[in-house]
């Protein structure tokens, strides 16, 4: 009972804590100098459509690296407290109707996913999005056979492609551009705006975080799914 | 948006209550998620300007003057990946779940007592 008092008196407090931020919250009219500042540099230096892209991959690219090694962490701790082998496991068999239709839907979910990450610079979307969509393909496998095995080579093989590739281009502004370029896109040609093949290396940077995503994901659902 | 700003400390604090009145290990990773969402709405709403549209430039805004017509591009940028950073610690919180329950064959909090002091 006295526990109960407490945990209330706490969230009032929170509450209270909130209210003068509530009420002096002024909402502003225009962009800040910063934000205008990036979506002018998305037109005029970088060719990229989608301002969100281009914040993610080169204005906060060190902040999104330091995000996909979070992830890594995650997916490590996961494997770490899950790593029994999976006996095979004594289920009913899934039904008919979502064996077939996971078996279909498998590809187009794939290939959704890849599109959804290849034109991140062009439309809402990007690798993050793309990976979890590439995720959600295998999970309807998971859950169509959960005792289904995946081939943990490829699986591991394209998590550490992506992963080193995604630095090395990072350390190739170094190289090509100087000191104060890492992760700069404009190593590979800008291109015209708006086309498939523009904003130097930013589709290459968000397909090998989608890539990089996707595979860290499934490799939760993975664990996950056989226990 | 001061309604969805209103909305988002709701849910924080919703979820809040949840994690410290609830005894099972799964309500509280519940609650953990409802938190995680309430940061995500205000995030967003902070950076929503009315009117305006999203930061796409694609041929419906006028590129001479983009800056001017579209919301600010940073707290989505923020809230795009720690949406997907959340979905990663809640399996990482689930997977510790699993483990205690293997161990103990129980999810109410009160069997732990080993951190208690």
Partial sequence: MIKRIFILLALVGLVLMFIPFLRDFDFHKELSKLSSQYVEGSINDLNTQNVVTSVIVTYRGLDTLGEVTVLFLTTAGVGF???KKKASLKTRRSS???QTASQFLFVLIILTGIFIFTHGHLTP????????LITTAFLLLILADVNLKFNYSILHFVESFSGVFYVMIGLFGFLILGMNSFLDPTILPLGNYGKLLSAG??????????????????????????? | MIFSLILG??????????????????????GFSIVDTGTHIIIVSIGYLSGKTAPILDSTVDLANAAKQVVD????????????????VTALM????????????SLSIDDYQELKW
Wanted: glycine share 14%; proline share 3%; charged share 15%.
């Fill in chain 1, 125 to 132: 979307g990007g690798g993050f999005q793309g990976g979890v």
């Fill in chain 1, 81 to 83: 407290l899950l790593r």
């Fill in chain 2, 94 to 105: 689930l997977s510790f779940v699993i483990k205690l329950y293997q161990k103990n064959k």
């Fill in chain 2, 9 to 30: 400390f709701l849910l924080l604090i919703i979820g809040l209550y949840g994690m410290l009145t609830q005894k099972n290990l799964i309500k509280i990773v519940i």
């Fill in chain 1, 96 to 98: 008919e109707l979502l």
């Fill in chain 2, 73 to 88: 591009p940073i707290p989505s940028a923020l809230v795009l990946t720690a949406i997907v950073i959340g979905l990663a």
């Fill in chain 1, 201 to 227: 290396a930013i589709p290459v940077i968000y397909s090998l975080i989608g890539l990089k995503v996707g595979s860290e994901l499934t490799t939760i659902i993975d664990k996950m799914g056989g226990e």
